[in-house]
C-alpha cells in the first residue's frame, strides 16, 4: 500500500508506483532527446502487474504476442521480438515468475530483485543483492552494539532467502536471534496475534521485519494498542513507506531504522512530474486517470460529507477549490507529486533506462551521429552488452558483477519525529563492495528509546565465550576450546585447559630419570647386564664341566653378548628423546636380540637334525647344513639390513603429533616412522626367527633333557611370542606410554631368555650333575646290537673327538632299541660285550656339533 489517492473504500491509485513508472518515461524519453542512440527513438509499452504473478506473465504474454499469439519454437537464438528488454517488476515473487518466462526467449530483464544465474539467466538488476542486506544488517546491529534481536520474516521465496541469509550473518557477528516469527501471505488475524504476543513477550529490544508495508502496518497497530516500543529495523521493502510513516500513532512504536536503495533527486525530473501530460502520439492511461482523481472535482467534494468518489481531503486541500470549476482535468498541473512524494526513490528506474540505453548503443555499433548494426536483432545479443556495461550517472557508478548484480550500496535511514507523523533522514550509508557501513551519529535522536546497549545477558567471564544459536541462544557460556575463533590464542609453547582464563607453559612428558616408573625400568635393565656378566664368569669358570660343554660356551657367550646389548637398547628409552637417540635403541635392540635369537635357532635345529629319526640312514646334506657360525652371521646381517633400509624410507623421529587439548601435558617421544612398517618388519623378522627355533624345538621335544634344551627353548620362545603378541594391541591403544610398554617387553623377554638358558645351565655347572644319568638312560631303554642283551657303555667308548665324524647311532623306532658305536675303538668281535668299569666317575659326551647320524 503507498501514498494514494482514493476513490471508494476499496479502491486506490498508487502514487509510489505512478511515480517510478513516470520516472521509467521520463529516462527514456531523456535519452531520446540526447540522441543516445542517434537516428533511433526507444518506444515502450507499460502495463500494471497489480503485483499479481499471473497478471504480470498475461502481460509478457501481450508485450511477445504476434496477432495476438506466440508461436513455439524448438530453438529461440534467431527469435528476433519486438521487444528487445524488459523492466520490473519490483516485487520478488512477481519478478521470479516473470525471469522464468523470459529465460526462454533470452530477453532480459531489469529489476530490483533475483542473484540466481542458474535458475534466472537473463536477469540484471540495479540494486545490491539481498545478501548484502543482510549483511549490512549485520554491520549496522554490531555498530549500535546490538546482540540480542527477533525476526518476523514473510512467508515467501524472498522472505525465506533474506531469513536464512540474515542468520549466517548473525551468527558470524555473534548476534543472538530471540525468536523468529513468520507471517503467512495472508494476513489472517489469528496469525498477526502470534506475532504481536512473541514480540511483546520476548525480552529482545530489536526486531528485524522482513515483510511488505501492509504487513508492517498490522503489527504497528497492534503494538499502538499496547503502548509497546521496539527498535525496528526495516528491510528495503518498506524502510522509506510514506503511508507507513503518516499512520495515526506512529510515534509510540519506538525507533525504525532501515535501508533504501540509493536515492538521488533530479529537477529535470522533478519538473516533469510538474508539467505531467501524454506523451505526443501516444497514450497513458495511468497519467489520464490520475489527472482525473486529482483535479476531477465538484462543489459536492468541499461539503461536510463528500460522496465518496471524492479524493481524500488531504489530497484536496493542497489545490484551490475554484480549480474544480470548469477545467478540463487533462490540462490542469501541479507540484502535489514533487511535494508528497521523495522522488529521489525513483533514481534507479531511471539508471535501469540508461543501462539499456548504453548497452543498445553497443549492439547497434553507434557512433556520434549515427548506428549502423542491425536494429532487428535478436534480444540475447542486448543481454550480452549489458553485462558488459559501466557508466556514470548522476555521480553513481552502474555496472553489474558476475550476478548481475549491482554494488553501488545501501543509505541508512532513520526515521525521526516530525510533529504526529514521521520523516525520513538518512544518518550513513553502508558500501557493498568493501561491506563496510558509515554512521553520523551526530544526526541520531533516540526520542523514544535509549541507544543503550541492548543485551541479553551478562558478558561471559574469562575462559568462556557466548555459544550463538539460532534460536533463544545467549544465556549459555561455552568453555574456550583450541578452535573456537572468539576465545584468544595462547603464545607459543603455552597452553590452557578448556575454560582457564590465562596461558601457562607445557608440562612436557617423558620417560624422566628421576621419576619411579623409569627408574623401576632402569634398576630392571642394569641388574640384567650384572646378571649376565655373573653368568659369563661362571660359564668361563666351569667351561670345561659336562653342563657348559652340553650348553655350548661359545655360542653361549654369544648369546649373552646379543642380551647385553638388548638390555642396553632398555637404557636409550629414558630421559628426553631426540632423533639420534630414536633410531640408536630401535637398531640396538634389533640387532642384539636377533644376535641372541638366532644363536637359540642354531641350538635347536641341532637337536633337531641329531635326534630325530630320518631312516636308517640319514642324508649328508643335513650335516653340511649345519654350520652355527655362517646361520648367526647370516640371520644378524639379514636384521641390520632390514634397519638399514628402515632408517632411510621410514625412519624413527620424534613424534609431531600436537598436545591434548584436554590437558596441559605435551608427550614427547618417539614415533616409528611415519608408516610404521619398518618397525613392523623388524619385530616380525626377530619373531619369525623365534617361530622356526620354537617349531624344530617342539619337533624334538621328545629327546631328553640330558640331550638336548628343547623344553628350555620352547618355554623361551613361547614366552616371548606372548610378550610381543600383547604389547602389540597395547603400543597401538596406549599411545602416551608407548616407550615405556617397549621397554618393558624387551626387558620380559630378556628375561625370559636368562631364566630358560643359563640360570639351570648355571645350577648344574656348580652344585654338579648325576654322572650316572647316561648309563641308566641307556640301560632303561636297552640297546640291541645284534643281540636282545643290554649293553653296557664306558666312559671311553662314548667319549669322541671334536670336528670328526667318529661315533655312529642308529635308532630303531619299531623296536625300541638303539646302538651306539666308536670307530676309534679297537676292534670287537660282533656279539661281546663290555662291562661297564665301576671306577668311571663321570661321562663326557661331545658336543652335538661333531656328532653326525649315518
Known amino acids: 500500500k503507498q501514498p494514494s489517492l482514493n476513490l471508494t473504500p476499496t479502491y486506490h491509485f498508487e502514487l509510489v508506483p505512478f511515480m517510478r513508472s513516470l520516472a521509467t518515461i521520463h529516462a527514456i524519453e531523456e535519452v531520446n532527446a540526447k540522441g543516445v542512440v542517434p537516428g533511433l527513438h526507444l518506444g515502450y509499452e507499460m502495463f500494471d502487474t497489480c503485483s499479481y504473478a499471473s497478471k504480470a506473465l498475461q502481460d509478457v504474454e501481450l508485450m511477445l504476442a504476434v496477432n495476438h499469439s506466440l508461436h513455439p519454437r524448438c530453438d529461440y537464438t534467431d527469435y528476433r521480438p519486438q521487444v528487445k528488454g524488459v523492466l520490473g517488476p519490483r516485487y520478488s515473487e512477481t519478478s521470479i ?23 534466472y539467466p537473463v536477469f540484471l538488476r540495479t540494486v545490491p543483492s539481498d545478501v548484502h542486506q543482510t549483511r ?15 525476526v518476523v520474516s514473510r512467508d515467501d ?18 548476534v543472538c536471534v530471540a525468536f523468529q516469527e513468520v507471517f503467512h501471505l495472508h494476513n489472517n488475524h489469528q496469525n498477526v496475534q502470534q506475532v504481536a504476543r512473541q514480540i511483546r513477550s520476548s525480552s529482545a529490544q530489536v526486531v528485524l521485519l522482513i515483510l511488505k508495508s501492509n504487513q508492517v502496518e498490522a503489527i504497528f497497530k497492534e503494538m499502538i494498542k499496547t503502548n509497546t516500543k521496539k527498535i525496528w529495523l526495516a528491510s528495503d521493502s518498506w524502510a522509506v513507506n510514506g503511508p507507513l510513516a503518516h499512520m495515526e500513532g506512529i510515534n509510540q512504536v519506538g525507533d525504525i531504522l532501515g535501508f533504501s536503495f540509493i536515492a538521488s533527486k533530479s529537477e529535470s525530473f522533478d519538473n516533469y512530474l510538474r508539467n505531467l501530460s501524454q506523451p505526443p ?65 525513483a533514481f534507479l528506474e531511471r539508471g535501469a533506462v540508461w543501462a539499456i540505453a548504453h548497452a543498445l548503443k553497443k549492439v547497434l555499433e553507434c557512433n556520434g551521429s549515427s548506428c549502423t548494426g542491425d536494429t532487428d536483432f ?30 553501488n550500496g545501501y543509505d541508512v535511514i532513520m526515521w525521526t519525529k516530525d510533529g504526529l507523523r514521521r520523516k525520513f533522514s538518512k544518518i550513513g550509508r553502508y558500501h557493498a563492495v568493501d561491506e563496510l557501513i558509515k554512521i553520523n551519529k551526530t544526526n541520531l535522536f533516540w526520542f523514544s528509546t535509549s541507544n543503550s546497549t541492548v543485551r541479553c545477558n551478562e558478558r561471559c567471564p574469562p ?16 568453555k574456550c576450546k583450541e578452535d573456537y575463533e572468539d576465545c584468544k590464542s595462547c603464545p607459543k609453547g603455552t597452553w590452557c585447559l578448556e575454560g582457564a582464563d590465562h596461558c601457562v607453559p607445557w608440562w612436557e612428558s617423558y620417560l624422566r630419570w628421576s621419576d619411579a616408573h623409569p627408574i623401576a625400568i632402569l634398576a630392571a635393565a642394569v641388574l640384567g647386564i650384572l646378571l649376565l656378566l655373573v653368568i659369563f664368569v661362571i660359564f668361563w669358570k666351569y667351561r670345561d664341566s659336562p653342563a657348559m660343554k652340553r650348553a655350548e660356551v661359545s655360542i653361549s657367550t654369544v648369546m649373552i653378548a646379543g642380551l647385553s646389548v638388548s638390555y642396553a637398547s632398555v637404557i636409550c628409552f629414558m630421559g628426553k628423546p631426540s632423533v639420534h637417540l630414536c633410531r640408536t635403541r630401535q637398531v640396538m635392540y634389533a640387532l642384539g636380540f636377533t644376535l641372541c635369537v638366532s644363536c637359540i635357532l642354531v641350538k635347536a635345529y641341532r637337536t633337531f637334525i641329531a635326534f630325530l629319526p630320518f631312516g636308517r640312514v640319514l642324508h649328508p646334506r643335513q650335516t653340511k647344513l649345519y654350520q652355527p657360525a655362517a646361520i648367526i652371521i647370516v640371520l644378524t646381517i639379514l636384521q641390520g639390513i632390514i634397519c638399514c633400509l628402515w632408517l632411510i624410507f621410514d625412519s624413527p623421529d620424534i613424534d609431531p603429533t600436537p598436545p591434548s587439548p584436554l590437558n596441559l601435558k605435551e608427550v614427547i617421544q618417539c614415533h ?26 617342539f619337533k624334538g621335544r621328545k629327546v631328553p633333557q640330558q640331550f638336548s634344551e628343547t623344553g628350555y627353548i620352547i618355554f623361551s620362545m613361547l614366552m616371548y611370542l606372548f610378550v610381543w603378541v600383547c604389547f602389540v594391541p597395547v603400543f597401538i591403544t596406549n599411545k602416551e606410554e608407548r616407550t615405556a610398554v617397549q621397554a618393558s617387553a624387551i626387558l620380559v623377554s630378556n628375561y625370559g631368555i636368562i631364566f630358560c638358558h643359563f640360570l639351570p ?43 670328526n665324524i667318529q661315533t655312529m647311532r642308529t635308532i630303531s623306532e619299531n623296536t625300541n632299541d638303539a646302538s651306539l658305536t666308536s670307530d676309534s675303538s679297537s676292534s670287537q668281535k660282533e656279539g661281546s660285550t663290555t662291562q661297564p668299569t665301576a671306577t668311571d666317575s663321570s661321562m663326557i659326551v661331545s658336543p652335538i656339533r661333531s656328532i653326525t647320524a649315518l
Open 761 to 803: 645351565k648355571c645350577y648344574e655347572a656348580i652344585w654338579g650333575p648325576d654322572t650316572g644319568t647316561m648309563e641308566r638312560f641307556f640301560n632303561r631303554i636297552g640297546v640291541i646290537a645284534g643281540r636282545t642283551a643290554p649293553i653296557a657303555i664306558t666312559a671311553n667308548q662314548v667319549q669322541v673327538p671334536r670336528g
Open 97 to 119: 515468475s516473470v525471469a522464468k518466462l523470459l529465460s526462454i526467449y533470452m530477453i532480459p530483464l531489469v529489476s530490483l530483485t533475483l542473484s540466481d544465474k542458474t535458475r
Open 672 to 697: 616409528e616412522g611415519p608408516t610404521y612398517i619398518g618397525f613392523g618388519i623388524m619385530l616380525s623378522y626377530i619373531a619369525l626367527l623365534a617361530f622356526i627355533g620354537f617349531l624344530l624345538a
Open 281 to 345: 502520439g501516444g497514450y497513458n492511461h495511468f497519467i489520464e486517470e490520475y489527472k482525473n482523481l486529482r483535479f476531477n472535482c465538484t462543489p459536492e467534494c468541499f461539503e461536510d460529507n463528500p460522496p465518496a468518489y471524492c479524493p481524500s481531503p488531504d489530497l484536496l486541500k493542497i489545490k484551490s477549490p475554484k480549480a474544480c470549476e470548469y477545467t478540463d482535468p487533462q490540462a490542469q498541473n501541479d507540484d502535489f507529486l514533487v511535494q508528497t512524494l521523495d522522488t529521489g526513490e
Open 136 to 150: 549490512a544488517l549485520k554491520q549496522l546491529m554490531v555498530n549500535f552494539n546490538w546482540n540480542y534481536v527477533g
Open 378 to 407: 535478436p534480444p540475447w545479443k542486448l543481454l550480452e552488452e549489458l553485462k558488459k556495461i559501466n557508466f556514470e550517472y548522476e555521480g553513481q557508478t552502474f555496472y553489474f558483477d558476475e550476478n548481475g548484480d549491482s554494488l
Open 157 to 174: 521465496d524472498y522472505g525465506k532467502a533474506a531469513l536464512q541469509s540474515f542468520l549466517r550473518d548473525a551468527q558470524r557477528a555473534n
Open 463 to 478: 575462559g568462556k565465550f557466548k555459544k550463538i544459536l539460532n534460536v533463544s541462544c545467549c544465556y549459555d557460556c561455552i
